[in-house]
């Protein structure tokens, strides 16, 4: 974020240098608008800019541990994994009944369904005794639910309306 020029401040305006100290905004020449000049700076490495600029060592370290965290993947894409699974609402049930999912789900970031927890009973707790190669576990996403998927509102719906769902669920590896 640039700051206001000199000009610009005269006017009551809002133009904005680019950030060197060579830019102009968009409307004036002064190419001087309190950009900070680091042609004097001898050590051009980022620490040493960053503390020639002031910038908190503090922030410094976060910033590195940020970087080394990265490093760490090696550069490699978080391995996901999806797998499907079908659970019957009327299977297990008592008669005249529907079985519970046996779910606590999150369904903030409006797209998918987050598994938050398993609950002591239900029909996802019988899945996983049943295909415990595609046990669904507390983090895992509900992608999909009979054909519908992005709208985290929409597959809340589908699990509770419909009686038998095909489910896709999504696993960050």
Known sequence: QGRPCAEAKSEGGSHKTMGTNTSKCCKCDNTDAGVTDVAGVQDMTPVGLASELGIPESANAQAAEAIAELSKS???????????????????AV???????????????????????????GLFLTWNKENPD??????????????????????CHRCITDDVLEITIRRAG
């Open 74 to 92: 090696d550069g490699k894409a978080e391995q996901v994994k999806e797998f499907k699974i079908k659970l019957d609402k009327a299977s297990g």
């Open 95 to 121: 008669p005249g009944e529907k079985a519970k999912l046996g779910i606590d789900i999150d369904l903030s970031d409006g797209v998918t369904l987050l598994v938050d927890k398993l609950q002591g009973s």
């Open 134 to 155: 595609k046990a669904v576990a507390a983090d895992d996403r509900i992608v999909e639910v009979n054909g519908k998927s992005g709208d985290s509102q929409e597959l």
